[in-house]
């Protein structure tokens, strides 16, 4: 497509409920970069993909967390049992190779009640 | 965890005046980034420059970086009010798996 998209857009779920967060990157893009970002922030990375290997998940804040991008193009982040501190905007980014800049979704916003 | 400090963390201006953001960070870069955000919308990347660069131009933005001072900074020339938006710089770390790593930001505000 013409950008990244990620959906929802907005997601409401209650505490201890899972939630998986979308990304579709830009056609050709070999990297994936996921980032949380909270209000008034710059985002802060969780994990990222080349092709479909996951190449560094350490910003993943606990094992609730995880990410897949099975055939290298669409990818999941998977929240388990959420928190009300999940709660955030969620963005995915990709790049045409790994060093070159980065081009984001308009996010996830992700509210746990 | 944040890289580093933009400073001012807000800044307003009048339409054609120049705005200056600088950026701060704390360890060894491949490159540095800006990025500007619209509210609630995504960010937008804007110039990239790589360590061993020092200056670039891209339209009415200009970027310096001065590795020795871990410091960078973006000017925009001649604002509009459509530049109204939050700005990032972002680092890509020596060594790492080239995610960025985001400053808090500036929030310029250009008055019409």
């Known amino acids: 497509g013409a950008g990244v998209s990620q959906s929802p857009r907005y997601k409401v779920t209650k505490r201890g409920q899972d939630v998986a967060l979308r990304c579709d990157p830009i056609s050709g893009h070999v990297s994936l970069y996921w980032y949380r970002q909270a209000l008034g922030q710059g985002p802060e990375f969780l994990t990222y993909f080349n092709y479909e290997a996951q190449q560094d998940k350490s910003g993943l804040p606990n094992d609730r967390f995880s990410a897949e991008r099975p055939e290298g193009s669409i990818s999941t982040l998977t929240i388990q049992r959420t928190e009300q501190r999940d709660s955030a905007m969620y963005r995915c980014?990709?790049?045409?190779?790994?060093?070159?800049?980065?081009?984001f979704g308009d996010g996830t916003r992700l509210s746990i009640l | 965890s944040q890289q580093g400090e933009e400073d001012p963390q807000a800044l307003s201006i009048q339409e054609g005046e120049n705005a200056t953001m600088n950026c701060s960070y704390k360890?060894?870069?491949?490159?540095l980034q800006w990025y500007r955000q619209n509210s609630g919308r995504g960010l937008v990347h804007l110039i990239l420059i790589r360590s061993n660069e020092r200056e670039k131009h891209s339209g009415r933005l200009r970027v310096t970086l001065d590795t020795s001072k871990k410091s960078s900074s973006l000017l925009i020339t001649a604002s509009r009010a459509a530049d109204t938006a939050s700005y990032f710089c972002a680092t890509v770390e020596t060594g790492s798996a080239r995610q960025l790593t985001f400053g808090s930001g500036t929030q310029l505000t250009v008055l019409p």
């Open positions: 980014a990709s790049s045409l190779g790994q060093s070159g800049p980065q081009h």
């Open positions: 360890t060894s870069i491949n490159n």
